[in-house]
C-alpha cells in the first residue's frame, strides 16, 4: 500500500510540534478549535505510522519535511 502525503496544512501543523508549540497554541495562531488540530495530529500519526507526534515530528525531519 502506498503511503499518503501529508497536505500543505498537515506539514505546516507539524512544524509547529517541532517548533515547540503546544496543541492551544497551534490552535490559537492559525484560528482554529483544539479538537481541528487534534484531528489534523491523529491524520499525521496515521499517514507515518508514527505513535506520537514526537515520532512524526523525528520523520519529519529525516524526511527533510521539517528543516533544522
Do not use: C, Q, W
Not at 517548533?19 to 478549535?33: H, P, V
Not at 484531528?39 to 499525521?44: A, D, L, P, Q
Not at 514526537?54 to 524526511?63: D, F, N, P, R, S
Amino acid at each position: 500500500m502506498k503511503p499518503t502525503p501529508l497536505t500543505v496544512k498537515e506539514i505546516e501543523i507539524l512544524r509547529a510540534y517541532a517548533a515547540g508549540k503546544r496543541t492551544i497554541e497551534i490552535a490559537e495562531d492559525r484560528f482554529l478549535s483544539v479538537k481541528s488540530i487534534d484531528t489534523y495530529r491523529h491524520n499525521i500519526l496515521m499517514k507515518t505510522g508514527a505513535k506520537t507526534i514526537a515520532e512524526a515530528v523525528a520523520l519529519g525531519i529525516k524526511k527533510k519535511v521539517i528543516l533544522l
